[in-house]
């Protein structure tokens, strides 16, 4: 596996290193040494998978509030996405910055989006399918956002009319002071 840092500190592409043969290849995809290594936990408690019909299909921007902040491993199996990263982190130089990444079925690369992102991407083709796998378990009154087209965070996705969920469309604009509270994030 090849680590990559993204320009937000902690977060990670992770590539596979194919060993080939004339049957196809083997790659690992999660090793919790080389992973450490990195100072990112592979303690996956759950995996999921997210399918989605339509390119142009906008799922975020998630996070989980304290004390359910989740480390994520994503990675596409069909199609392709933009995926995008926003920190949080209260203590962070590079706090409300946004990361955007393109991941493939192709690539099999995987975004690590450490505790203190919020999360999101949208298909750039039909038929997208996502597999996640987290640190911490889902609770469902964790469940947070920020909206995809917030001014404060001025993010460029590839489209302008996504197709959303009702929640993603209704999460409250960034104010001065949101998330400050040091408790919520590392
Ligand atoms: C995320 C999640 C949802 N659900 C349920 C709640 C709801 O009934 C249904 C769909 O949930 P949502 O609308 O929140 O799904 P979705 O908008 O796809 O949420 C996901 O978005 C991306 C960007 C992420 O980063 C993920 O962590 C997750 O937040 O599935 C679970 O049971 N477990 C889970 O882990």
């Given at each position: 596996m090849r680590f990559s840092e993204t320009?937000?500190?902690?977060?990670f592409l992770i590539e596979p290193e194919p060993i080939a043969d004339p049957r196809g290849f083997f790659a690992r995809t999660v090793d919790r040494e080389a992973f450490a290594a990195h100072g990112?936990?592979?303690?996956?408690v759950q995996a999921s998978v997210s399918f989605n019909a339509r390119a142009g299909t906008l799922r975020g921007l998630h996070f989980q509030r304290a004390p359910h902040a989740e480390d994520k491993l994503v990675r596409v199996t069909a199609g392709a996405i933009l995926d995008v990263i926003v920190d949080m982190r209260p203590?962070?130089?590079?706090?409300?910055r946004w990361h955007a990444q393109p991941l493939d079925a192709a690539s099999r690369a995987a975004l690590y989006v450490p505790k203190g992102f919020a999360h999101g991407f949208v298909t750039l083709v039909d038929e997208t399918e996502i597999l996640y796998q987290m640190t911490t378990p889902y609770v469902p009154g964790a469940g947070a956002g920020l909206r995809w087209d917030d001014p404060m965070l001025a993010i460029e996705w590839p489209i302008r009319t996504p197709i959303l969920s009702e929640s993603d469309e209704a999460w409250p604009l960034l104010v001065p002071g949101a998330f400050d509270d040091e408790d919520a994030f590392p």
């Open positions: 320009p937000l500190a902690g977060a990112l936990d592979a303690d996956f203590r962070s130089p590079t706090r409300w």
